[in-house]
């Protein structure tokens, strides 16, 4: 740094942070760029965000990508009814069971349990049985 | 505090007067290259000699001088 220069760029050179202002597409395009590296430049005449990014080597093409910037407005209506009701909306509910066909089921499925409980016994009474006969 | 104002004066006015041959002596840049700004930029940061926080301090400078 030069001695006795003025300080107006020192937070600048101390962050420097892939970010950075144009004043057009064309500067954009041809804005310098370090191989390996990215910057986001910030159109300062128009809502528009470019991406620059270079190659590892100097063969490499540089990748320039434009994006518009699109202000949210916000609903006067409902403005926290936005991004988490259309996920909601956009859940599968046929996935899902009611809790009365649950406890319906788990109704079913006692019985059944008690069923197989009361089967067993006459089971081993059965082939008790059988062993008497062949006594 | 007016000496190293004077002196960069002067070095802006032999920057101006020559630009490729003050940077010539600075850096190494071969002959016949390119006098846009641009790609001097770019060959002085492919070929590491200069950092990209230093191009972006530049290109700010830039900007502040010539507004």
Redesign the interface.
Known sequence: MIPGYPYMFQNYNQNPNGFATVQNEQEARFYPVAPGVSMTLKDESGPFIYTKTMGRTALDLPAFEKYRLVKEEPTANAPEATETDAKVESVDLSAYAFKEDIRALEEQLAALQKEIATMKPKKKQVKEAEVEDDE | ?MN??A??MTMLQQIKADPIGMLSKRFNLPQGISKNP?EL??Y???SGQV???????A???K??FMK
Not at chain 2, 51 to 57: E, F, R
């Open positions: 505090m190293n104002i002196d960069m641009q930029l770019q002085l940061l492919n950092s990209q926080g230093q191009i972006d301090q290109m700010q400078m900007k502040f």
